[in-house]
């Protein structure tokens, strides 16, 4: 069982905005930063936001994330098509003394 | 850019010695203040950090996990390596190796991974 929660799955239609938490503890999120992977169907996670809220080159301005006490969201804005894939949460947890994820999101399109 | 590529033997017997390595090319792996670290994901499961070695020798691996790893680096062929003991089908998954930062959950690149499957 993950240090951090994640809904297993959620869905969107074209153009909607899909949300996707992630909770976590004082010990990961609380105290943390938290970042953010996708992972299309049968790749290696890409990371997806950084430090909370920030992009890599590269990354959609639809993908934003937020953080706020011990949980964080990531938001896309427009889904697309090919957005479709897992999404993982990831903090640094102090009390493991390592990184954790989330179980993953499925997100799937309607 | 830097970019990750792992490779290892496909299938292994149980109780044997699971040994996979990574190749970074466009950058060394003793520069940038680096960790590189090994992830694992089980058939249809999600992601597990199995622990990270830094260019000094430094080792972390996550206390969560039972199985027997052994992660070194060899800076001569730029290869960071893991071992698993005793090899079980608990072991069996998609193996990806990934740059990361010391106290952070912060990966990036991520090789193309390598699936290594645990039966006789």
């Known amino acids: 069982q993950s240090l951090l929660t994640q809904p297993p799955s959620t869905s969107g239609t074209p153009g909607q905005r899909v949300t996707i938490s992630c909770s976590g503890s004082g010990s990961n999120i609380g105290s943390n930063t938290v970042h953010w992977y996708q992972q299309l169907p049968g790749t290696a996670p890409k990371l997806l936001i950084y430090n909370n809220n920030q992009r890599p080159s590269g990354v959609p301005d639809r993908f934003s994330g937020s953080k706020s006490g011990a949980s964080a969201s990531l938001a896309i804005s427009g889904f697309q098509s090919e957005d479709e894939a897992d999404y993982y949460c990831a903090a640094w947890d102090d009390s493991l003394n390592g990184p954790v994820f989330g179980g993953g999101t499925k997100l799937t399109g309607l | ?120």
């Open chain 2, 1 to 120: 850019q830097v970019q990750l590529q792992e490779s290892g033997p496909g299938l292994v017997e149980p109780s044997q010695t699971l040994s996979l390595t990574c190749t970074v090319s466009g950058g060394s792996v003793t520069s940038g203040g680096y960790y590189w670290s090994w992830i694992r994901q089980r058939p249809g499961k999600g992601l597990e950090w199995i622990g990270y070695i830094f260019y000094t020798g430094s080792i972390y691996y996550n206390p969560s996990l039972t199985s027997l790893f052994g992660i070194s680096l060899d800076t001569s062929k730029n290869q960071v390596s893991l071992n698993v003991d005793s090899a079980t089908a608990a072991d069996t998954a998609i193996y990806y190796c990934a740059r990361s930062s010391w106290k952070r959950a912060w990966f990036d690149p991520w090789g193309q991974g390598t699936l290594v499957t645990v039966s006789s």
